[in-house]
């Protein structure tokens, strides 16, 4: 196979592997990351595919328990935080599904997951929530649809998600001074939901603000 068929096949393979990525956030706040006081060194492990999966009712009737169980499966790997969208997702799945989904999505090294190999490594998975936290941080400032940053970090492209930050912060900027020059409510309700859809798109924030100016 010359290099060319090579990298063909393994953008096909990377484009089957991120095809299903369902994290992300529009107008929801962020919750506040836990810390899971581990004790153990970041490692690289395999999951064991046959963890019981009590009915979720379970633990719908015991949220505290739900929080502890999921701190301590981040902690067991030597993952310092508890991700908060994982936290958000107990609201409807049960902690070892949300984690065993986590880990999967975003601790298997490329190379591993073009290879078929489900060895999760936390020490990706500690650099993927410290992007996340800084993520989020703004989140609470700005809410804004995340999926764009959460592809990326899943193909752990994490130049790019800087680059993407920087770009989400350029975008923010335009905001508050459109706001205050446009006091219509659903004028204000457009320009919000534009931001929070297409910040990383400049052309559809531009041909707003274009339009909105023309108006």
Known sequence: MNLTNLKKTMNLAIKDIFMGVSYGDGERLPLEYLKTHTTQIPMKLILPSDITMHPKESYQEFPELSRE???HLFSQIGVKYVPEVALYQLNHKRPIEIFQEFVRSFGISMENRLNKKEVIDT???NSVIAFLQKMDAFRGVYPFNSKPIYKLLTQHEFNKVERL???LKESSLWLNPLLQEHKDGSVQREIKTVF?????KPRAISNLIKRIKND
């Open 69 to 71: 169980l999921l701190i």
């Open 123 to 125: 020490y990706i998975l």
């Open 165 to 167: 930050m920087i770009e």
């Open 196 to 200: 929070i859809e297409n910040w990383h």
